[in-house]
């Protein structure tokens, strides 16, 4: 029987992997079904698995190997099964697992056995929130604790696309803050970065809940509005820029005050996402160029 299977092999798998005869006896048990059960193979080879040594259970709490066992099912008709129960520990605690009975063969085709692959529900679970955790910290930058760059790219995109298919106007500001090299110059690299959290505080925290702001890079803030017209974007962009100007930090006795200078576009047909960046980069050249502490709106819809 052992020539049907690769010992090694399932020996380096995570997943716990046990092989049975017909009887049910088991006749291997690899290191993952060590390393999630408790047990050792030499506490489970030549048992029978029907003698309840894992004792799974359904969601209800019905005993699986005296009715509805899917290792007996598939030894029965070769079909394979996949189930969600409950095992039990070798110190007594009960273990999340998905299993899967895959029937084994001879040569001439007859059913000898089975193999179970079971996974720790637990580990997947763990795995699964690792990786929505490190796709948020990618996703966020790490000095405002905002949104940055990659991620307005990736929401920019999807906004083009419904705008595209649904006609569902938007449009974006770049908040670029003024005169910020003399802020690092005088006060220095510490208050530049509490310069920073303070403007990015200061547009999250004011926006509605499906726009975003995120950081762009250096001392620039980029945002996605869904409005259907240039005079709301603009409103928006003025209430933000008196926000910011209305805030400040307070550094030793002195409150630190700062504004910023803004330039916004509006989606139009054919616009790319690289195209209404650059116009909105250019609406901001504009004010900065008007004296800064501005907001310059380009619609080429006009």
């Not at 716990?16 to 193979?41: A, C, H, M, P």
């Not at 929505?132 to 405002?144: A, F, G, R």
């Not at 906004?159 to 803050?177: A, H, P, S, T, V």
Request: proline share 2%; hydrophobic share 35%.
């Amino acid at each position: 029987m052992t020539d049907c299977y690769d010992q090694n092999l399932l020996n380096q798998l995570f997943e716990g992997v046990y092989v049975v005869d017909r009887e049910r006896k088991i006749v291997f048990w690899n290191k993952g079904s060590e390393r999630i059960t408790g047990y050792s193979s030499e506490e489970v080879v030549n048992k029978y698995c029907h003698n309840n040594l894992l004792q799974h259970v359904d969601d209800q709490g019905k005993m699986l190997c005296f009715a509805g066992c899917p290792l007996h099912y598939t030894i029965q008709t070769g079909e394979l099964q996949q189930a969600h129960v409950y095992l039990k520990h070798k110190q007594g605690h009960r273990v999340p697992v998905s299993v899967k009975s895959i029937p084994l063969y001879n040569d001439k085709k007859s059913i000898i056995g089975a193999i179970e692959v079971f996974t720790d529900e637990r580990f997947q679970k763990e795995v699964i929130d690792e990786n929505v955790s490190l796709k948020h910290e990618l996703m966020k930058d790490p000095l405002t604790q905002i949104p940055n760059r990659r991620y307005f790219e990736f929401a920019l995109k999807n906004m083009i696309e419904e705008y595209q298919q649904f006609n569902q106007r938007f449009g974006i500001l770049m908040f670029d803050i003024d005169y910020f090299k003399v802020i690092n110059d005088t006060y220095g690299h510490m208050l530049k970065d509490e310069i920073l959290k303070l403007v990015s505080k200061s547009l999250v925290s004011n926006i509605k809940r499906h726009d975003v702001v995120s950081r762009w890079g250096g001392e620039e803030f980029i945002g996605l509005f869904v409005f259907d017209n240039e005079n709301d974007l603009r409103a928006v962009a003025e209430r933000l820029r008196n926000i910011v100007m209305k805030s400040s930090y307070l550094h030793e006795t002195k409150d630190i005050q700062v504004t910023v200078s803004i330039g916004g576009a509006m989606i139009y047909p054919n616009l790319s996402m690289e195209g209404i960046i650059d116009l909105a980069d250019q609406a901001l050249y504009m004010s900065k160029s008007l004296g800064r502490n501005q907001t310059t709106i380009i619609n080429q819809m006009k």
